[in-house]
């Protein structure tokens, strides 16, 4: 299926002469979006690291893309997946880019943050430009017609939502977003799917890749990340549990994060008195299998709003960022978003309570700005008053279908 919020961003960024870097979890897509994307070019040629034969052909000629099949005279599409998985390859790029940059258009794709295997070589900087491929979100699948500055005008302006957003939201409620057991529908596949995605992360890819030793208590720590979504992330706490280093649980987490099983978003401190500054929360990208409730959604309204801040800061509109609130007194708001260190929306989530929490009118009094509370049921759509403010309370599926 076309993705169109992705396409978008593509088309903006290799506009300009520099590479682009697609980067993104392993099975969300990248290989079949680049597949979509030489649709537009005559000429294009597909090379995959993973392949022994098309391996070999890379080391023995380096210029190996000159052998694309040309249709014509336009420029052609050359594209590199997982090429971040060869030792040596950003003195290659940078060498095939200085030479090359204006006969080809080229695409890097892979399953790693494209930065993290750097051993020393040359530095690729401006020579490349990055965005990052997510799951399937609802935004993207109800197709959404709002742009970004009629959001960012008014984000709790009432507005109509596309045709079956709910049914979408509890498919990717069973599912998860990922398109291979998204699109298969069923419940039995999605487990098999799931199983085998997060051993072949844990026991293949990190394990080679970042060369950790301790591949049980890895597989350990990731097994206990799901009950403890929706709270602060307490580190020393998962030290004790497992009977590692902080040091230790600190790394294995930022390698999950560099190959996108997790990702994180900090506190928000400023004006907030007695603010909590320093320990993140943590969300899946595979959320399907979490079992509370309230924890999965929480999580799936986590993954969307963090997708919409990618995308936003990919497309260049600002310097978006995702928080959340909470002080010592344990007074929450789930999620904040800013641009350029500016608060501008506060985002709380409940599954059933359409009555404004405390917190949110307290942290909403606090930073003078819109507010909304997302409740995980439908025909919900009201706009309360909090002094000259508002809050609205609306259907999670009703609201975020409409997330640019």
Excluded at 86 to 99: A, F, Q
Excluded at 335 to 345: C, H, I, R, T, V
């Amino acid at each position: 299926m076309k993705r169109k919020i992705y396409e978008n961003i593509w088309k903006r960024l290799s506009a300009h002469k520099q590479m682009v870097f697609i980067a993104g979890p392993r099975q969300a897509g990248k290989t079949t979006f680049t597949q979509i994307l030489s649709e537009d070019f005559n000429n294009s040629l597909y090379f995959n690291w993973d392949i022994l034969d098309e391996k070999r052909k890379l080391v023995e000629n380096p210029s190996f893309y000159e052998e694309v099949h040309r249709k014509d005279n336009s420029v052609p599409l050359i594209i590199f997946d997982e090429l971040h998985k060869y030792s040596n390859w950003k003195n290659y790029l940078k060498s095939v880019y200085d030479r090359d940059k204006g006969n080809y258009k080229f695409v890097v794709s892979g399953s790693g943050r494209l930065d993290m295997y750097q051993k020393g070589g040359d530095s690729l900087a401006g020579r490349y430009f990055i965005f990052y491929l997510w799951p399937f979100t609802l935004a993207e699948l109800a197709g959404n017609n709002i742009s970004f500055e009629q959001f960012l005008s008014n984000p709790i302006e009432v507005r109509t939502c596309p045709n079956e957003t709910q049914l979408i939201w509890n498919r990717l409620s069973q599912f998860s977003g990922f398109p291979d057991p998204y699109l298969n529908e069923t419940g039995h596949y999605y487990q098999i799917w799931s199983n085998t995605y997060k051993k072949q992360l844990l026991r293949e890819d990190i394990r080679d890749l970042a060369s950790l030793r301790s591949s049980e208590d890895v597989e350990v720590l990731f097994s206990l990340l799901p009950s403890k979504i929706g709270s602060p992330l307490s580190m020393a706490s998962l030290a004790r549990d497992i009977r590692v280093s902080f040091d230790s649980i600190r790394s294995w987490i930022e390698v999950f994060e560099n190959f996108f099983m997790v990702f994180r978003i900090s506190p928000w401190s400023r004006k907030i008195s007695r603010a909590i500054t320093k320990e993140k929360k943590l969300y899946l990208f595979d959320y399907a299998g979490i079992d509370s409730p309230a924890a999965k959604f929480e999580n799936m309204v986590a993954l969307e709003l963090f997708r919409a801040v990618s995308n936003w800061n990919d497309l260049g509109l600002g310097n978006f960022s995702l928080h959340y609130l909470r002080n010592r007194d344990k007074e929450e708001v789930d999620f904040l978003l800013s641009n350029n260190q500016n608060p501008f929306l506060l985002i709380e989530t409940k599954l059933s309570d359409d009555h404004a929490a405390k917190s949110l009118i307290k942290f909403q009094n606090v930073l003078n700005i819109p507010a909304v509370q997302l409740v995980n049921r439908g025909d919900i759509c009201k706009l309360v008053s909090n002094g000259n403010l508002k809050i609205m309370i609306i259907s999670a599926d009703h609201w975020l279908s409409l997330l640019p």
